[in-house]
Structures are given as structure tokens and as C-alpha cells.
């Protein structure tokens, strides 16, 4: 039965889905106004945003410094920010970079924006929460809204992540990470545990699609 519905969901719900979001299009969440560009990861469609989200919105935000590894749209980055936190939001896509400064200055939300692969750019310093929602599909990026979904097909991505990531944590940082049943998890596991990491299941939901993880990365 699963696998009948992920059939009729990828021949008649994604080709909607890729035609509606083949132009830019508004999305508002509670107070937040986003414009959202068709290059640009879109939260409203897809269970990892929302499950970070909802999981972020549970953490005491006021005072701490957060950081969104590949923002996208920034809608996580802009709810932190309205908690209190003191934000950077990065990303490797310049439209994204370019829509984060747009919607910041629209939205009245002050956040640090900073056109970055992964940590390349990013000043050396600790924060407190790290939220990563990471394109985990073993395939190559060819254009810029590909880093989305495509993590290299021997996931560079991951390797990438693991190597730089120590030296923006320190001993309290939490580590967010969203991950679903349908990347490569012992890859991942296994490029975490070379760089001395281990990574904790904190949530599990179960959609009629596939499984989605949260899981908090700690050093070991």
C-alpha cells in the first residue's frame, strides 16, 4: 500500500507541486512573511522543515547564539530570531542569500546573513544551537538550487559537515540534524563516528511517505 501511495504521489502530486513552485511565491507563518523564490527549498512541502521547526520551537531560544547550516528560505532562522536568539543564517545558493536579506529587511528581523558552503565563510566562534536540515540524496549538485537536495554522490556533504563542525561548538552546543529512511544512515553514521561524533535519535515521525529523524550530534 506504501508503495502504491508514493506512485500516485510522484506521477500526479509532484508535477503540480514543481509547476506551482516554478514561480516565486508568498508563504506566511504566524507573523513571518516570506518571499520564496522557485530556486530556493520551499518549508511549506516538505516533513523535515516543519519537524525542525516544531522541535526548534521547544528549545529555550532567548539569549542564545543560532546558527542555520543552509537556511533556505530562513523561515527557521527568522522564528529563532523572534525568540530571542541572536541569528546567523547561511546558504550556498546566492538567490537564497539574496531572498534571506529581502525578507529580512521586509520581515523587520534582525539576522546575520552569510553566503557560505557549510563553514567555508562563517567566523570561528561556538553557538549555542546549530540546526542543519541537510540535502542527503547521493547524487552531484549541478546548479545551485540542487545543494537542497543533492549531497555529493559519495556524500561529500556529510564529510564536509563533520570535518569543519567542531570548531563552532562548544561544551553545551546542541547540534540539530534532520534526516529521513531514505538517505544512506550508515554512511553518515559512519562518516560522524571517523571525526569523533555520535548521533542521537531525539525524535521519530512516521509519515505515509517515509520516516523522518531528528537527531542531536554530540562529540565524543
Known sequence: MRNILK?????????LLVQYL???RSYTYGAI??????QVFHPAFFFSSKLLLKYIGKQLLHDRTFLE??????LISFFAATKGASVTATDINPVAIEYLEKNRKKNGIAIRVIHSDLFN???AE???IIAINPPYYKKQPKI????AWCCGENGEYFEKLFEGLAGYMNSESTVLLTLCDGCDLEMIYDMARQQHFRLLCVQTTKNFLERNFILKIEQL
Open 7 to 15: 506512485y500516485f504521489i510522484y506521477h500526479t502530486y509532484k508535477p
Open 22 to 24: 516554478s514561480v516565486t
Open 33 to 38: 512573511k516570506l518571499s520564496i523564490p522557485p
Open 69 to 74: 547550516l543552509g537556511a533556505g528560505s530562513g
Open 121 to 123: 565563510h562563517i567566523p
Open 126 to 128: 561556538p553557538f549555542d
Open 144 to 147: 545551485y538550487a540542487d545543494y
